[in-house]
Every structure is written in structure tokens, then in C-alpha cells.
């Protein structure tokens, strides 16, 4: 069953769910501290690389089935139109200011 965007607990996660799912780089990118960092099935990634290849460029899009940790963990049916549709979790890590300073992301 999926959560809607508007229920997720944690604002910096429900704000990057909803720039992935309107495809909007600019509010993406604003959420972001500087310095931000990402994972992806564990290896280290370029944060502007990976986005735009896996989010942008692709089309992706999060349904979440479930959160936890305060609403900072996820797992999600992710799908874009490189890989299709995969199960996915997702971790984040929101500074004092408000601002994703990092997430990683992998098969569930």
C-alpha cells in the first residue's frame, strides 16, 4: 500500500520525494546542504552524476510502501525508465538546517 507523498513524516524527505516525482531539478537541488553525499548499493557516487542519470534524465519515481526512523527510512517501489520498476530502500541523513546532507539508496 503505498503512503502518499503529502503523509510522509519527516519535510526534507517528503520535499525530495515530491522534486523526484515532478521531475523538478531545481527544488531538488535546494534541498541539498552543500557538500551532500550519496550511496547507491553501497558504492559512493557523484551526487550530480547520479541524479541526473538515475532520477532526471530517466524519469524516475518513488512510491513509498513504508517508513521508519522519524520518516528518514524508506522502502519504495522505484521505477525510471532505464531499470523499470525495483524495490528499494532509502536512507537520509537531514541536517540542523533542514537539508539532506546525505542519502543512500539499494535493493530491498
Same mark, same amino acid.
Given at each position: ?14 520535499? &525530495? ?5 515532478? +521531475?523538478?531539478?531545481?527544488?531538488? !537541488?535546494?534541498?541539498? *546542504?552543500?557538500? $551532500? ?18 532520477? &532526471? ?5 518513488? +512510491?513509498?510502501?513504508?517508513?521508519? !526512523?522519524?520518516?528518514? *527510512?524508506?522502502? $519504495? ?32
Amino acid at each position: 500500500m503505498t503512503i502518499q507523498v503529502a503523509r510522509l513524516s519527516d519535510p526534507a524527505v517528503r520535499a &525530495f520525494v515530491t522534486a523526484v516525482n515532478a +521531475h523538478d531539478r531545481e527544488a531538488f !537541488r535546494a534541498l541539498l *546542504a552543500p557538500g $551532500a553525499t550519496m550511496s547507491d548499493d553501497g558504492s559512493e557516487h557523484d551526487l550530480d552524476d547520479w541524479t541526473e542519470r538515475e532520477i &532526471f534524465a530517466s524519469r524516475g519515481h518513488i +512510491h513509498v510502501d513504508k517508513e521508519s !526512523r522519524g520518516g528518514r *527510512a524508506l522502502i $519504495a517501489r522505484y521505477r525510471n525508465d532505464t531499470w523499470g520498476e525495483m524495490r528499494t530502500r532509502w536512507y537520509f541523513t537531514v541536517g540542523d538546517d533542514g537539508r539532506i546532507c546525505r542519502f543512500e539508496t539499494a535493493g530491498a
